[in-house]
């Protein structure tokens, strides 16, 4: 099976600020991975998939990258409502799996 | 505009069968191109992938849960359902459904797959 990480765990930052997420894969996965954002008590949303294709609707501050075993979400400008948990999810292979997921909070 | 929504009971005993179901509206379940999900999330920690069906009942589990899960469609009811058997306090959860999307991609042998839409989810306690 694959796994997934992620790094940081979880970070604070600032309104404005541009903010870094990094996920990794335990093999290559070519180019199969999606982003979600979790706020709290609320169901995850798609951002992100096939690495790098931003989902109808969402903001264009977010962006993806990478392929093989590296990737990473972006966000350009840090906005308020930004302010959740982070997964990625590979879709090269079943058992889906996602990352344990970062927590972008307030500095 | 697709919806889905989870349901059943909040409370399950331990060691028997939790039962959910997840009803589509807005929407065929029969449509081609999606296969239909549950994944969960216990409380404060991450989601995981619990299994999937198509509408056709080909179905792909989690090895993890393998033994204990089935998913099941009811296309005439436009739902789909989980059992998860013989449960204990860590299958405690929120549980989602949701609509996995595939994306073919010319020259590409694998089509790109997603969650991309989500029930609210429904918090499974299991307790006696």
């Known amino acids: 099976d694959i796994q997934m990480t992620q790094s940081p765990s979880s970070l604070s930052a600032s309104v404005g600020d541009r903010v870094t997420i990094t996920c990794r894969a335990s093999?290559?996965?070519?180019?199969?991975l999606n982003w979600y954002q979790q706020k709290p008590g609320k169901a995850p949303k798609l951002l992100i998939y096939?690495?790098?294709s931003l989902q109808s609707g969402v903001p264009s501050r977010f962006s993806g990258s990478g392929s093989g075993t590296d990737f990473t979400l972006t966000i350009s400008s840090l906005q308020p409502e930004d302010f959740a948990t982070y997964y990625c999810?590979?879709?090269?292979?079943?058992?889906?799996?996602f990352g344990p997921g970062t927590k972008v909070d307030i500095k | 505009q697709l919806q889905l929504q989870e349901s059943g009971p909040g409370l399950v005993k331990p060691s028997e069968t939790l039962s959910l179901t997840c009803t589509v509206s807005?929407?065929?379940?029969?449509?081609?191109?999606?296969?239909w999900g549950w994944i969960r999330q216990p409380p404060g920690k991450g989601l995981e992938w619990i299994g999937s069906?198509?509408?056709?009942?080909?179905?792909y589990y989690n090895p993890s849960l393998k033994s204990r899960v089935t998913i099941s469609v009811d296309t005439s009811k436009n739902q789909f359902s989980l059992k998860l058997s013989s449960v204990t306090a860590a299958d405690t959860a929120v549980y989602y459904c949701?609509?996995?999307?595939?994306?073919?991609?010319?020259?590409?042998?694998?089509?790109?797959?997603?969650?991309?839409?989500w029930g609210r989810g429904t918090l499974v306690t299991v307790s006696s």
């Open positions: 949701a609509r996995e999307d595939e994306m073919a991609v010319a020259g590409k042998s694998m089509s790109y797959w997603y969650f991309d839409l």
């Open positions: 807005g929407g065929s379940i029969s449509s081609s191109s999606y296969y």
């Open positions: 069906i198509y509408y056709s009942g080909s179905t």
């Open positions: 093999q290559s996965i070519s180019s199969y």
């Open positions: 096939a690495a790098s």
């Open positions: 999810q590979q879709s090269y292979s079943t058992p889906r799996a």
